[in-house]
């Protein structure tokens, strides 16, 4: 088991920029596959970005280009690094990885809001 423990979330004004930041611990050796997502009110749970043991990134179109994906292997973290925020960019923000084996592990979330 994966524990994950998310922090950097927060209230900015439209254009700002936050740090989101995910520190998992626990059986951590096989993973493979680390990623961030949100969930806004009403609506399902997307994938915002994630990045791969290569460093491979990959991210959603809304977000290409303003949001960066890093790890730190060293520190155990994975950080999603939001530029020029908008309001529709208010969610609710999971930290998520994956073993080899397909097991899924998720953070507690943490609450993004952007304010017009």
């Known amino acids: 088991q994966v524990q994950l423990v998310e922090s950097g979330g927060g209230l900015v004004q439209s254009g700002g920029s936050l740090r989101l930041s995910c520190t998992f611990s626990?059986?951590?050796?096989?993973?493979?596959?680390m990623g961030w997502h949100r969930q806004a009110p009403g609506k399902q749970r997307e994938l915002v970005g994630s990045?791969?043991?290569?460093?491979?990134?990959n991210y959603a179109d809304s977000v290409k280009g303003r949001f960066t994906i890093s790890r730190d292997n060293a520190k155990n973290t994975v950080d999603l690094q939001m530029n020029s925020l908008k309001p529709e960019d208010t969610a609710v923000y999971y930290c998520?990885?994956?073993?080899?084996?397909?097991?899924?592990?998720w953070g507690q979330g943490t609450q993004v809001t952007v304010s017009s």
């Open positions: 998520n990885v994956v073993q080899y084996g397909g097991r899924q592990s």
């Open positions: 990045i791969d043991l290569s460093g491979i990134t």
């Open positions: 626990g059986r951590i050796f096989d993973i493979y596959h």
